[in-house]
Nanobody, 121 residues
Framework: QVQLVESGGVLVQPGGSLTLSCAAS????????MNWYRQVPGQVRELVAE???????TYADSVKGRFTISTDKCKNIAYLQMNSLKREDTAVYYC???????????????WGQGAQVTVSS
């Protein structure tokens, strides 16, 4: 069983900064990728940033230059540093991991509970 615990969702003013964190624990042998998605009510969940094991991070065009994804591989924690926040960044942010439980090559997909980020004055 895997657990993903997200933290950091708050109310922040436009132009402000915020860091989300996502701690993974449980039956994890290896992590293939750690990703951040976001979703606005009534809209499709969109990929914000992703980082694969040994790969370079990639970002949605809407957040390039403002958001940074990073990981602490020793602790299985992913971070999303968000700068220059805009009202349109308001959403529920979800952490997602692709992982393996053993050397058998099977990959699993798991989601965090979501963290509400509201950008408003």
């Amino acid at each position: 069983q895997v657990q993903l615990v997200e933290s950091g969702g708050v109310l922040v003013q436009p132009g402000g900064s915020l860091t989300l964190s996502c701690a993974a624990s449980g039956s994890i042998f290896s992590i293939v990728a750690m990703n951040w998605y976001r979703q606005v009510p009534g809209q499709v969940r969109e990929l914000v940033a992703e980082i694969t094991d040994g790969g370079s991070p990639t970002y949605a065009d809407s957040v390039k230059g403002r958001f940074t994804i990073s990981t602490d591989k020793c602790k299985n924690i992913a971070y999303l540093q968000m700068n220059s926040l805009k009202r349109e960044d308001t959403a529920v942010y979800y952490c997602n991991i692709l992982y393996g439980e053993s050397r058998d090559g099977i990959e699993y997909d798991y989601w965090g509970q979501g963290a509400q980020v509201t950008v408003s004055s």
